[in-house]
């Protein structure tokens, strides 16, 4: 089960930071994302990291500004958020690509998503 939190409302420029935990064990992630839905349009990838190495990825509207992190032994993510606009406002999920010990192949999962709403 995934767990997103941080969100709420912050003032444009803020620099909140989203959080999602991987409860459980018995498993390892290969790779984390974080994932943006505004209202009216479609969820969009902002950032992803893969677990085993450094190799991190983003949206070009994420570039500059959001900072994707992970720490391996807490089986968490981070998503640090810079100079906030308004137009980032969006529900953010998280995603991880989790793999049972042992088995051959991993399975995608979702949090429930956080809110971020950015507004004076």
């Known amino acids: 089960q995934l767990q997103a939190s941080g969100g709420g409302l912050v003032q444009p420029g803020g620099s909140p930071r989203l959080s999602c935990v991987a409860s459980g064990s018995g498993f390892s992630i290969d790779a984390w994302g974080w994932h943006r839905q505004a209202p009216g349009r479609q969820r969009e990838l902002v950032?992803?990291?893969?677990?085993?190495?450094?190799?991190?990825n983003y949206a070009d509207s994420a570039k500059g500004r959001f900072t994707i992190s992970r720490d391996n032994a807490k089986n968490t993510v981070y998503l640090q958020m810079n100079s906030l606009k308004p137009e980032d406002t969006a529900v953010y999920y998280c995603?991880?690509?989790?793999?049972?010990?042992?088995?051959?192949?991993?399975?995608?999962?979702w949090g429930q998503g956080t809110l971020v709403t950015v507004s004076s």
């Open positions: 995603n991880a690509v989790i793999r049972p010990t042992g088995a051959p192949a991993s399975f995608n999962y």
């Open positions: 950032a992803s990291i893969i677990s085993g190495g450094r190799t991190t």
